[in-house]
C-alpha cells in the first residue's frame, strides 16, 4: 500500500483538491457533487478558513497527488446554541477504496473538530450510499432520519439521511 501523509490543506492545495472533487462527481452513485460547482476550494478560501472550519487531506508520499479530504465546518457561525456543532464532507478517489484511508481521514477529522471545540459531528449521505453508511455507522455515528427528495440530480430526487456522532 501507499505511503500518506494526513495534514491540514494549504492554499497550494487547491488545485489538487479541486481534482479529487470533480474525479468523484463522475461517480453519481455515490455522491450528490457535480460539475457546476466551482473549481474545488480556491487558494483565497484556504487562505482565510476560520479557526472553527479544517480541510484536511490525504496525500500520497511518492506520488504527488491528493486522494482523500475531509471538510469540517461549524454548523452556525452566528448562532452561538449551535457552538458545538460541526457538519462535515468527506471524499475518498475511489481507487483508495477498502485501504483504511476512510478511518484515518475521520479520525483525523475529529482530533481536529475537538482542537476547534466541538462536541457533535453530522453529515448529509444518499440513502442508497451504503458503502458509507455502514462506514460511519461502524464509526461510532447513529442515523437520525431520512430526508425524503432531499436532493434532485438529472431530474431525480434522491433521498438522504442525516447521522451524527458526539466526539
Request: proline share 3%; aromatic share 10%.
Amino acid at each position: 500500500m501507499e505511503k500518506l501523509v494526513f495534514r491540514h490543506a494549504v492554499p497550494d492545495d487547491a488545485e489538487a483538491i479541486a481534482m479529487l472533487l470533480h474525479s468523484i462527481a463522475d461517480d453519481l452513485s455515490v455522491t450528490l457533487l457535480d460539475h457546476d460547482f466551482p473549481l474545488g476550494v480556491s487558494r483565497e478560501v484556504i487562505e482565510n478558513l476560520s479557526p472553527k472550519t479544517a480541510i484536511i487531506i490525504a496525500e500520497k508520499m511518492e506520488s504527488p497527488g491528493i486522494v482523500g479530504c475531509l471538510m469540517l465546518e461549524s454548523y452556525s457561525g452566528h448562532i452561538h446554541p449551535f457552538d458545538h456543532v460541526s457538519t462535515i464532507a468527506m471524499y475518498i478517489d475511489r481507487e483508495f477504496y477498502d485501504k483504511g484511508i476512510d478511518k484515518q481521514l475521520l479520525d483525523e477529522g475529529f482530533k481536529a473538530a475537538i482542537e476547534a471545540g466541538f462536541e457533535k459531528i453530522y453529515t448529509f449521505l444518499r440513502v442508497d450510499n451504503i458503502r458509507a453508511i455502514r462506514f460511519f455507522v461502524n464509526n461510532g455515528f447513529r442515523i437520525v432520519g431520512t430526508i425524503h427528495n432531499f436532493a434532485k440530480k438529472d431530474n431525480i430526487y434522491i433521498d438522504g439521511i442525516i447521522i451524527e456522532r458526539f466526539i
